[in-house]
Protein backbone atom coordinates (compact mmCIF):
# COMPACT_ATOMS: atom_id res chain seq x y z
CA UNK A 1 0.00 0.00 0.00
CA UNK A 2 3.11 2.40 1.24
CA UNK A 3 4.98 1.84 -2.50
CA UNK A 4 1.72 1.93 -4.64
CA UNK A 5 0.66 5.62 -2.85
CA UNK A 6 4.44 6.57 -3.28
CA UNK A 7 3.59 5.34 -7.27
CA UNK A 8 1.17 7.83 -7.14
CA UNK A 9 3.04 10.86 -5.41
CA UNK A 10 5.76 10.14 -8.07
CA UNK A 11 3.59 10.33 -11.38
CA UNK A 12 1.48 12.89 -9.96
CA UNK A 13 3.67 15.39 -8.51
CA UNK A 14 2.79 18.05 -6.31
CA UNK A 15 -0.85 18.58 -6.39
CA UNK A 16 -0.97 22.14 -4.92
CA UNK A 17 0.61 24.97 -6.66
CA UNK A 18 3.49 26.69 -4.55
CA UNK A 19 3.53 30.16 -5.97
CA UNK A 20 0.21 31.31 -6.82
CA UNK A 21 1.69 34.88 -7.66
CA UNK A 22 3.09 33.04 -11.04
CA UNK A 23 1.32 29.89 -11.86
CA UNK A 24 0.60 29.48 -15.47
CA UNK A 25 -3.11 28.66 -16.61
CA UNK A 26 -3.20 25.50 -19.38
CA UNK A 27 -6.16 24.57 -21.39
CA UNK A 28 -8.52 27.06 -23.22
CA UNK A 29 -8.84 30.14 -20.26
CA UNK A 30 -9.83 33.17 -21.24
CA UNK A 31 -8.10 35.88 -19.69
CA UNK A 32 -7.38 39.73 -20.26
CA UNK A 33 -8.24 40.60 -24.05
CA UNK A 34 -5.92 42.37 -26.11
CA UNK A 35 -7.23 45.05 -28.92
CA UNK A 36 -5.29 46.01 -31.62
CA UNK A 37 -5.41 49.26 -33.38
CA UNK A 38 -6.50 47.01 -37.28
CA UNK A 39 -9.54 48.41 -38.58
CA UNK A 40 -12.78 46.60 -38.82
CA UNK A 41 -16.59 46.89 -39.14
CA UNK A 42 -16.68 48.50 -35.21
CA UNK A 43 -20.52 48.63 -35.38
CA UNK A 44 -20.49 44.99 -36.80
CA UNK A 45 -18.17 43.90 -33.79
CA UNK A 46 -20.22 45.38 -31.05
CA UNK A 47 -23.26 43.80 -31.79
CA UNK A 48 -21.61 40.62 -31.07
CA UNK A 49 -21.45 41.22 -27.73
CA UNK A 50 -24.80 39.93 -25.73
CA UNK A 51 -23.56 42.38 -22.74
CA UNK A 52 -22.82 45.36 -24.30
CA UNK A 53 -19.38 44.63 -22.67
CA UNK A 54 -17.91 46.23 -25.82
CA UNK A 55 -16.99 50.25 -26.91
CA UNK A 56 -16.25 51.74 -30.06
CA UNK A 57 -14.44 54.87 -31.22
CA UNK A 58 -11.81 53.59 -29.77
CA UNK A 59 -13.00 50.11 -29.26
CA UNK A 60 -12.52 48.67 -26.08
CA UNK A 61 -13.83 45.43 -23.67
CA UNK A 62 -15.47 46.31 -20.25
CA UNK A 63 -14.29 43.32 -18.01
CA UNK A 64 -17.03 44.20 -15.61
CA UNK A 65 -19.57 42.80 -18.11
CA UNK A 66 -17.81 40.69 -20.43
CA UNK A 67 -18.97 37.14 -20.24
CA UNK A 68 -15.51 36.15 -21.63
CA UNK A 69 -17.77 33.82 -24.41
CA UNK A 70 -14.86 34.38 -27.09
CA UNK A 71 -17.32 35.62 -29.75
CA UNK A 72 -15.67 38.81 -30.50
CA UNK A 73 -12.25 37.14 -30.77
CA UNK A 74 -13.64 34.72 -33.08
CA UNK A 75 -15.52 36.78 -35.20
CA UNK A 76 -12.64 39.38 -35.47
CA UNK A 77 -9.68 37.39 -34.46
CA UNK A 78 -7.68 40.63 -35.99
CA UNK A 79 -8.77 42.65 -33.33
CA UNK A 80 -9.66 40.90 -30.60
CA UNK A 81 -7.58 38.05 -28.86
CA UNK A 82 -7.71 36.51 -25.07
CA UNK A 83 -4.40 35.93 -23.25
CA UNK A 84 -4.62 33.55 -20.46
CA UNK A 85 -3.80 36.50 -18.04
CA UNK A 86 -5.86 36.02 -15.16
CA UNK A 87 -4.85 38.64 -12.63
CA UNK A 88 -7.92 41.14 -13.42
CA UNK A 89 -9.14 42.06 -10.11
CA UNK A 90 -8.53 46.00 -9.19
CA UNK A 91 -10.34 48.51 -6.69
CA UNK A 92 -11.39 50.82 -9.64
CA UNK A 93 -14.51 50.38 -12.08
CA UNK A 94 -12.85 52.17 -14.68
CA UNK A 95 -9.68 49.85 -14.80
CA UNK A 96 -11.76 46.69 -15.87
CA UNK A 97 -11.99 48.86 -19.31
CA UNK A 98 -9.33 47.46 -21.91
CA UNK A 99 -8.90 49.46 -24.90
CA UNK A 100 -7.06 49.55 -28.65
CA UNK A 101 -3.15 48.45 -27.72
CA UNK A 102 -3.58 48.50 -24.03
CA UNK A 103 -1.17 46.02 -22.82
CA UNK A 104 -0.35 47.75 -19.62
CA UNK A 105 -1.06 45.11 -16.47
CA UNK A 106 -4.45 45.29 -14.54
CA UNK A 107 -4.15 46.36 -10.75
CA UNK A 108 -5.33 48.16 -7.73
CA UNK A 109 -5.37 51.29 -6.68
CA UNK A 110 -3.13 51.09 -4.10
CA UNK A 111 -3.55 54.94 -3.01
CA UNK A 112 -7.09 54.49 -2.30
CA UNK A 113 -7.25 51.13 -0.02
CA UNK A 114 -8.41 51.94 3.36
CA UNK A 115 -5.18 51.88 5.72
CA UNK A 116 -7.29 49.80 7.96
CA UNK A 117 -8.05 47.11 5.01
CA UNK A 118 -4.30 46.25 5.72
CA UNK A 119 -3.53 46.84 8.91
CA UNK A 120 -6.02 44.39 10.08
CA UNK A 121 -6.74 42.12 7.24
CA UNK A 122 -2.98 41.41 6.45
CA UNK A 123 -2.61 38.10 7.97
CA UNK A 124 -6.20 36.97 8.57
CA UNK A 125 -9.42 37.43 6.25
CA UNK A 126 -12.42 35.69 6.90
CA UNK A 127 -15.15 35.91 4.30
CA UNK A 128 -18.60 35.54 4.55
CA UNK A 129 -20.04 34.65 0.91
CA UNK A 130 -23.69 35.34 -0.65
CA UNK A 131 -24.67 33.66 -3.50
CA UNK A 132 -27.28 36.53 -4.80
CA UNK A 133 -29.15 34.85 -7.79
CA UNK A 134 -25.74 33.54 -9.57
CA UNK A 135 -25.73 30.65 -11.79
CA UNK A 136 -22.93 28.85 -9.13
CA UNK A 137 -19.90 28.46 -11.43
CA UNK A 138 -18.60 31.94 -9.70
CA UNK A 139 -19.85 30.09 -6.12
CA UNK A 140 -17.93 26.90 -7.77
CA UNK A 141 -14.89 28.80 -8.35
CA UNK A 142 -14.77 30.32 -4.73
CA UNK A 143 -14.74 26.64 -3.68
CA UNK A 144 -12.23 26.05 -5.74
CA UNK A 145 -9.67 28.11 -4.32
CA UNK A 146 -9.23 26.46 -1.29
CA UNK A 147 -9.21 23.12 -2.26
CA UNK A 148 -5.77 20.91 -2.33
CA UNK A 149 -4.37 22.56 -5.67
CA UNK A 150 -4.77 26.84 -4.64
CA UNK A 151 -4.73 26.21 -1.21
CA UNK A 152 -6.14 29.50 -0.26
CA UNK A 153 -6.18 29.29 3.31
CA UNK A 154 -2.63 29.20 3.63
CA UNK A 155 -2.38 32.86 3.23
CA UNK A 156 -4.77 33.12 6.01
CA UNK A 157 -8.17 33.50 3.72
CA UNK A 158 -11.10 31.50 4.71
CA UNK A 159 -14.52 31.61 4.10
CA UNK A 160 -16.80 31.52 7.24
CA UNK A 161 -20.79 30.65 8.34
CA UNK A 162 -21.82 33.48 9.83
CA UNK A 163 -21.62 37.64 9.05
CA UNK A 164 -20.75 37.55 12.67
CA UNK A 165 -17.32 36.07 12.45
CA UNK A 166 -16.31 37.64 9.28
CA UNK A 167 -14.62 40.14 8.46
CA UNK A 168 -16.22 41.54 5.04
CA UNK A 169 -18.82 39.74 2.29
CA UNK A 170 -18.37 38.20 -1.17
CA UNK A 171 -21.25 38.75 -3.52
CA UNK A 172 -21.89 36.45 -6.50
CA UNK A 173 -24.92 36.88 -8.93
CA UNK A 174 -26.57 39.75 -10.16
CA UNK A 175 -28.71 40.28 -6.59
CA UNK A 176 -31.92 39.20 -7.15
CA UNK A 177 -35.32 41.47 -5.51
CA UNK A 178 -35.06 37.98 -3.02
CA UNK A 179 -31.82 38.62 -2.06
CA UNK A 180 -31.33 42.46 -1.88
CA UNK A 181 -32.65 42.43 1.95
CA UNK A 182 -30.71 39.26 2.67
CA UNK A 183 -27.72 41.00 1.47
CA UNK A 184 -28.27 44.24 3.44
CA UNK A 185 -28.75 41.94 6.82
CA UNK A 186 -25.72 40.25 6.36
CA UNK A 187 -23.42 43.03 6.13
CA UNK A 188 -25.41 44.92 9.05
CA UNK A 189 -24.40 41.98 10.91
CA UNK A 190 -20.55 41.72 9.92
CA UNK A 191 -18.39 43.98 12.54
CA UNK A 192 -17.08 46.87 11.42
CA UNK A 193 -14.09 47.47 9.81
CA UNK A 194 -15.71 45.54 6.93
CA UNK A 195 -14.84 44.55 3.18
CA UNK A 196 -16.97 44.85 -0.09
CA UNK A 197 -15.89 42.31 -2.68
CA UNK A 198 -17.79 41.94 -6.03
CA UNK A 199 -16.78 37.88 -7.71
CA UNK A 200 -17.85 37.57 -11.29
CA UNK A 201 -19.55 39.87 -14.19
CA UNK A 202 -22.73 39.12 -12.90
CA UNK A 203 -22.06 40.51 -9.79
CA UNK A 204 -20.28 43.56 -10.91
CA UNK A 205 -23.07 44.78 -13.97
CA UNK A 206 -25.63 42.18 -13.32
CA UNK A 207 -24.34 40.43 -16.74
CA UNK A 208 -26.92 39.13 -18.86
CA UNK A 209 -29.43 39.78 -16.43
CA UNK A 210 -28.45 43.55 -16.07
CA UNK A 211 -31.51 45.67 -16.48
CA UNK A 212 -34.23 43.23 -15.51
CA UNK A 213 -37.02 44.15 -13.52
CA UNK A 214 -36.13 40.88 -11.18
CA UNK A 215 -32.78 42.32 -10.19
CA UNK A 216 -32.59 44.68 -6.90
CA UNK A 217 -28.62 46.73 -7.09
CA UNK A 218 -29.51 49.14 -5.03
CA UNK A 219 -26.62 48.20 -2.16
CA UNK A 220 -24.28 48.35 -4.25
CA UNK A 221 -25.57 52.43 -4.83
CA UNK A 222 -25.04 52.48 -1.13
CA UNK A 223 -21.93 51.26 0.39
CA UNK A 224 -18.32 51.75 -1.81
CA UNK A 225 -16.89 48.20 -2.73
CA UNK A 226 -13.34 47.64 -1.95
CA UNK A 227 -12.81 44.76 -4.67
CA UNK A 228 -13.66 43.86 -8.08
CA UNK A 229 -12.93 40.34 -9.34
CA UNK A 230 -13.78 39.82 -12.89
CA UNK A 231 -14.91 36.48 -14.69
CA UNK A 232 -17.74 34.52 -16.03
CA UNK A 233 -16.59 32.69 -13.49
CA UNK A 234 -13.67 34.56 -11.91
CA UNK A 235 -10.62 31.97 -11.81
CA UNK A 236 -9.05 30.88 -8.62
CA UNK A 237 -6.00 32.45 -9.33
CA UNK A 238 -8.28 35.17 -9.68
CA UNK A 239 -9.60 35.29 -6.60
CA UNK A 240 -6.54 34.71 -4.44
CA UNK A 241 -4.59 37.40 -6.06
CA UNK A 242 -6.76 39.76 -5.82
CA UNK A 243 -7.74 39.34 -2.16
CA UNK A 244 -3.73 38.91 -1.84
CA UNK A 245 -3.21 42.39 -3.70
CA UNK A 246 -5.88 44.02 -1.40
CA UNK A 247 -5.08 42.86 1.96
CA UNK A 248 -0.90 43.09 1.48
CA UNK A 249 1.89 43.63 -1.06
CA UNK A 250 4.15 41.49 0.21
CA UNK A 251 5.08 38.56 -2.58
CA UNK A 252 4.51 34.82 -1.57
Given at each position: ???????????????????V?????P?????????????????A??????????????????????????????????????????????N??????????????I?????I????????????????????????????E???????????????????????????I??????????????????????????????????????????S?A?????????P?????????????D??????????R???
Amino acid sequence: MILDNLKIMYHQGKQFIPDVTTAQVPGIFRGRPLITVAKVDEMALQSVCPTNAIGVAPVSVDLGKCTFCGECAARFPEKISFTKDYKLATNERNRMIISENDNHPIELNYDIIRQEIRGIFGRSLKLRQISAGGDNSCEWELGAANNVQFDMSRFGIEFVASPRHADGIVITGPITKNMAAAIQLCYDATPDPKIIVLVGTDAISGGIFAGSSALDRSFLDRYPVDLYIPGNPAHPLDIINGLLDLTRRKKF
